[in-house]
């Protein structure tokens, strides 16, 4: 009985899949029950056993995916052997979708689904079915689990989840060559018929490229594709489901394939010659000319680099690879010369830097091409016969001594002649000159090579014609040293020395220094100064290593009698011609303890005996009469300072230097020079005039004739007696002075000082009196007594 109703819910489910609703069938074949009475069985040895069967067997229900029907599908009946079918049980239904999606009739026990279903979103659903009694709700029976399962169909179409594809294989792959792999899915279940099952084809695309149908991978269908001729490919791909069938839903991708590059392309000039020129002026390093193979490959497949393989211009020019234009670069590698030659010709080949092995049989990957380069004529700078030139003058050399000679030509063709000098910013003290014709460097003055060893100037040569254009040349002198200065001490530190010396004891090692240059096994040689040669106190030894020992003579010394000791030492260095010099060495006494440790060397207080000795006093008191002497000087001179510092009583007579570097003040100028005492020397006694005030002193004009001075006086014998008195007389203060004349001032009746009026208005001064004056007044005296007298004749 047990199999038979399991066939039965087996047969109900199928009817629901074939959407078989026939009452009856349902009726019938949805209801599983089991006799509610309990089976007996004999057992061994005549024992009856009882066996409880189940109210509930069942494992599944299936309903069918998308049914769009107007009723309710009925899902399959639940009936329970304790159902005597008086209404007395009630079924009910829990677990997902109960309520819902899936409803029970608690009389009949059917199930019905009220909604559309779809596998993609759920495929199956748990449930829980138990039978209680309608007035208690007491359960009958355990509850019991069941599942509905939702039936495919083919109602998703397959999808590129990963679409658009983009993809990329190089130029000239061979024939099934793998380019990209597209995988598309279905969303219906792949256990269930042909619903998931795909195939892949190609749309569009062909005849370059074909898919497999299984794998969905594409390959290359042509051989030999150029990515010159066509970079770009967009390709359409199908997958189909139900195994590609009639009937079967399909979806679509695109995939774009580019083209890589390789390099299957050699160089190529666009022409076989190519022409430039250059200028004879240019600089080595600047470039003449560009020249480019083309390549149509991309990145370094069409990297292309120059050389130059033959020509006359090989040790002239250069070429060089622009990375970013991929040109060839000519540049001058060595200055051209018109005059010298005028053409050249060069092979310049152009070859890829990176070669495929695979395609190396397509080649050569190189060209060649001609460049001739023509040479312009230019007005070039003179050129010197040397890049720079060095020259030795010895010190002290007498100024016009010649030092060398530079030489520089015009190099082209009309040969201007040249001009030299020195630029002053590179001889800023003008040490040296040149001659502008000869090119003769000479110096001005003496040089000091102690003062300065080397002079490093500039000589610039310049065409006279042309354009003038001007070179420079370096030129360095070297100042040849000369014994012109005597050693000295090292250095000038005083030397202690203990007042218990030991006789005989090395005190102090000197050195010595001197400005000249010392000659190859040149040394110093020491010796004490004559005046103490005989002392009794030190000794000198030359070590005849420009080193001398100083050694003490006598057993100890006293602070007390003499605590400094002066030591001349003469040294001499030995040149040609021999410098000596005396220098001084300090020797100071010190205290010292019983290990020769200084303790003291500073002049400390002592009690003096009873009395001074009589040197003492004697020096004592002559610095009193000296310091006497210099106060009593002092007031003296302040008291002759007291008198007038212009003028002399007894003569009133000035030397006054006028500086005219603008124009006088008038009447308005209160320091304006007064001349009326040269003009009348006589009167200078007992006049003083005032430098405040302007003199009042004028000329009277007398026609024709020359005026003598007054009294005939000759003044340039009266300045040079004054000139000889004033320098002969050493407490005559200088009294000469300079005027500055900064303001002309307003309403001057003599009119302005400046000579810019002279050319259009008359003088009205009488300059006949320069005729007495002297000698050195004649110049004066004949221009402007000349004027005077062809004014006269007019």
Not at 151 to 174: C, K, T, W
Not at 770 to 793: C, E, H, I, M, V
């Amino acid at each position: 009985m047990w199999e038979g109703l399991v066939l039965q819910v087996i047969f109900v489910c199928l009817g629901v899949a074939l959407c078989s609703h026939s009452p009856s069938l349902q009726d019938h074949a949805h209801r599983r029950r089991l006799s509610p009475h309990r089976h007996r069985e004999r057992g061994k040895e005549g024992q009856v056993l009882h066996r409880s069967k189940r109210g509930w067997v069942w494992n599944q229900f299936f309903v069918i995916e998308e049914y769009t029907g107007p009723d309710p599908v009925l899902v399959g009946r639940l009936h329970s052997d304790v159902d005597s079918g008086n209404g007395n049980i009630k079924y009910i239904l829990s677990g997902e979708g109960a309520g819902t999606i899936f409803v029970i009739d608690d009389k009949t026990g059917n199930i019905h689904a009220t909604k559309t279903l779809d596998r993609e979103e759920q495929a199956q659903y748990t449930l829980t079915a138990q039978a209680v009694a309608r007035d208690t709700n007491k359960p009958l029976e355990p509850p019991s689990e069941f599942i509905v399962k939702v039936q495919d169909i083919n109602d998703n179409p397959p999808e590129f989840l990963h679409g658009p594809y983009y993809a990329r294989v190089p130029e000239m792959s061979s024939v099934g060559t793998s380019v990209i792999q597209v995988t598309a899915t279905d969303a219906d279940d792949p256990t269930y018929g042909n619903s998931a099952r795909l195939v892949y084809s190609i749309l569009q695309g062909q005849p370059y490229f074909s898919v497999e149908p299984q794998t969905g991978i594409i390959r290359t269908a042509l051989p030999n594709m150029d990515r010159e001729a066509r970079q770009e490919y967009n390709v359409v791909i199908q997958a189909k489901d139900m195994g590609g069938h009639m009937g079967g839903l399909s979806g679509t991708t695109e995939v774009k394939i580019t083209l890589t590059d390789v390099n299957d392309n050699p160089p190529k000039f666009p022409q076989s010659t190519y022409s430039m020129s250059v200028s004879e002026d240019k600089e080595v390093g600047e470039e003449v000319g560009r020249l480019r193979a083309r390549d149509p490959d991309l990145g370094e497949n069409g990297l292309v680099s120059y050389r130059l393989l033959d020509g006359d211009g090989m040790g002239t020019f250069e070429i060089h690879t622009d990375s970013h234009s991929r040109e060839g670069v000519v540049k001058l590698k060595k200055a051209v010369d018109f005059e010298t030659k005028r053409a050249y010709s060069l092979k310049v080949e152009a070859s890829n830097t990176h070669v495929d092995p695979r395609f190396i049989a397509w080649g050569p990957y190189k060209d060649t091409a001609t460049v001739r380069i023509a040479v312009e004529d230019a007005d070039e700078p003179p050129a010197f016969t040397a890049p720079s030139y060095g020259f030795e003058v010895e010190e002290n050399a007498p100024d016009g001594t010649s030092v060398g000679r530079v030489h520089a030509k015009d190099t082209d063709v009309a040969n201007s002649p040249i001009r030299y000098m020195i630029p002053r910013y590179t001889d800023l003290e003008q040490f040296f000159s040149i001659g502008p014709e000869d090119g003769v460097i000479r110096t001005t003055r003496p040089l000091d090579r102690e003062s300065q060893a080397w002079h490093n100037i500039s000589v610039s040569a310049t065409e006279i014609s042309g354009h003038h254009q001007d070179a420079k040349v370096r030129v360095n002198i070297k100042v040849k040293d000369v014994n012109d200065n005597a050693p000295e001490f090292a250095t000038q530190n005083e030397v202690l020395v203990c007042e218990n010396v030991a006789h005989g004891k090395l005190i102090e090692t000197v050195s010595a220094v001197d400005k000249d240059e010392m000659a190859h096994r040149q040394h110093f040689r020491f010796s004490l100064a004559p005046e103490v040669a005989s002392n009794h106190n030190f000794s000198l030894k030359d070590n005849r290593d420009s080193t001398a020992g100083i050694y003490v003579t006598r057993k100890g010394f006293s602070r007390m009698t003499q605590d400094i000791y002066l030591l001349p030492i003469e040294i001499n260095d030995g040149g040609s011609p021999p410098m000596s010099s005396t220098n001084t060495l300090t020797i100071r006494v010190c205290s010292c303890d019983s290990k020769d440790t200084i303790l003291s060397c500073n002049v400390e207080p002592y009690v003096l005996p009873a009395g001074l000795s009589t040197g003492a006093l004697i020096a004592i008191l002559a610095c009193i009469i000296i310091l006497l002497a210099i106060v009593v000087l002092f007031v003296a001179l302040r008291r002759q300072k007291k008198e007038p510092l212009i003028v002399f009583e007894e003569e009133d007579i000035r030397e006054n230097i006028i500086t005219y570097d603008d124009e006088g003040g008038g009447e308005e100028d209160t320091e304006a020079f007064d001349i009326a005492t040269l003009q009348n020397p006589d009167g200078a006694s007992g006049f003083l005039p005032r430098k405040d005030i302007k003199p009042e002193l004028q000329y009277a004009h007398h026609p024709g004739g020359a005026r003598p001075a007054a009294n005939s006086v000759d003044v340039d014998d009266f300045i040079r007696t004054r000139v000889v008195d004033a320098d002969g007389d050493p407490t005559a203060p200088p009294y000469d002075s300079i005027q500055i004349y900064g303001y002309e001032g307003r309403g001057s009746i003599a009119g302005s000082l400046s000579s810019l009026e002279t050319v259009t208005t008359d003088s009205d001064l009488d300059y006949d009196y320069l005729q007495s004056w002297g000698p050195r007044f004649k110049k004066l005296a004949d221009l402007y007594g000349t004027k005077d007298s062809a004014d006269d004749n007019s």
